[in-house]
C-alpha cells in the first residue's frame, strides 16, 4: 500500500535558518505529493504541491520538487521566520474514487528568534 | 466566507457515551472528509462523502456513522464512546468537477476528543 516517511522531529532552528525535512513515498503509478502545514490550534492548510515528476512546488519561500528516481519531496526554506513554527506534513494521492490522501507523521518546526 | 467549521472544540466523554461532531462548510464543496489524527501519527480517513446522500468508508470507520443530507454538514456520530477513540477530530472539504486529480482539501480547526 501507499505510505511516507517524513523526518523525524522536533526540529529546532533559529531564525534565519535554512530548513530541510525530508520525505519520501512508497506508491504505485504516479502520485501527486503534498506539503500541509498546521500551525498552532489550527487546522491543517495546503502549503504546495507538484503533480507529476520535476515539478517544483513552491509558496510561501519554501520550495519542493516531486523527484520520482529517489521517491522524495524533501521540504526546503532558505531563511527560516518565527512564524514558519508549525507542523509539517508530507502527503500523497495515488488515484482512487475516495480522493483519499496518505499523510506522513509530521514534523515539528520550532524556529527561535 | 467561514470556510470549514467544526464544533465542539474540545469534549471530554465518559466510556459509553455517545456524540456527533458537527462540521459545515459554506464553499459549496461536494466533497467531505472525516479525519482523525492520533498523538504523533498522521491524519487516516474515517469516512468521506462526493455529494449530499452519498457516504463511504474510509481506512478506519469502526465505531463511527456519518450523513450528509445536504451540501453544507457533515456530522460524524460515536454511538459507544470508547478509550481508543481519544483523538482529534478534522473535517475536510473540497471541490471536484471531473477528472482524476486531487483537488485542495480545506481542513477545519479540528475537534479533540479526550474519552475516560
Known amino acids: 500500500g501507499n505510505s511516507v516517511t517524513q523526518m523525524e522531529g522536533p526540529v529546532t532552528l533559529s531564525e534565519e535558518a535554512f530548513l530541510t525535512i525530508n520525505c519520501t513515498y512508497t506508491a504505485t503509478g504516479y502520485p501527486s505529493l503534498f506539503w500541509y502545514v498546521q500551525y498552532p490550534g489550527e487546522g491543517l492548510q495546503l502549503l504546495l504541491k507538484a503533480t507529476k515528476a520535476d515539478d517544483k512546488g513552491s509558496n510561501k519561500g519554501f520550495e519542493a520538487t516531486y523527484r520520482k528516481e529517489t521517491t522524495s519531496f524533501h521540504l526546503e526554506k532558505g531563511s527560516v521566520q518565527v512564524s514558519d513554527s508549525a507542523v509539517y506534513f508530507c502527503a500523497l494521492y495515488s488515484g482512487g474514487s475516495n480522493y483519499k490522501l496518505t499523510f506522513g507523521k509530521g514534523t515539528l518546526l520550532t524556529v527561535n528568534p | 466566507n467561514a470556510g470549514v467549521t467544526q464544533t465542539p472544540k474540545f469534549r471530554i466523554l465518559k466510556i459509553g457515551q455517545s456524540m456527533t461532531l458537527q462540521c459545515a462548510q459554506d464553499m459549496n464543496h461536494n466533497y467531505m472528509y472525516w479525519y482523525r489524527q492520533d498523538p504523533g501519527m498522521g491524519l487516516k480517513l474515517i469516512y468521506y462523502?462526493?455529494?449530499?446522500?452519498?457516504?463511504d468508508k474510509g481506512e478506519v470507520p469502526n465505531g463511527y456513522n456519518v450523513s450528509r443530507s445536504t451540501t453544507e454538514d457533515f456530522p460524524l456520530r460515536l454511538e459507544l464512546a470508547a478509550p481508543s477513540q481519544t483523538s482529534v477530530y478534522f473535517c475536510?472539504?473540497?471541490?471536484?468537477?471531473?477528472?482524476?486529480?486531487?483537488?485542495?482539501?480545506?481542513f477545519g480547526p479540528g475537534t479533540r476528543l479526550l474519552v475516560l
Open positions: 475536510a472539504s473540497s471541490y471536484k468537477t471531473g477528472g482524476t486529480s486531487m483537488e485542495t482539501q480545506y
Open positions: 462523502s462526493v455529494g449530499a446522500g452519498i457516504t
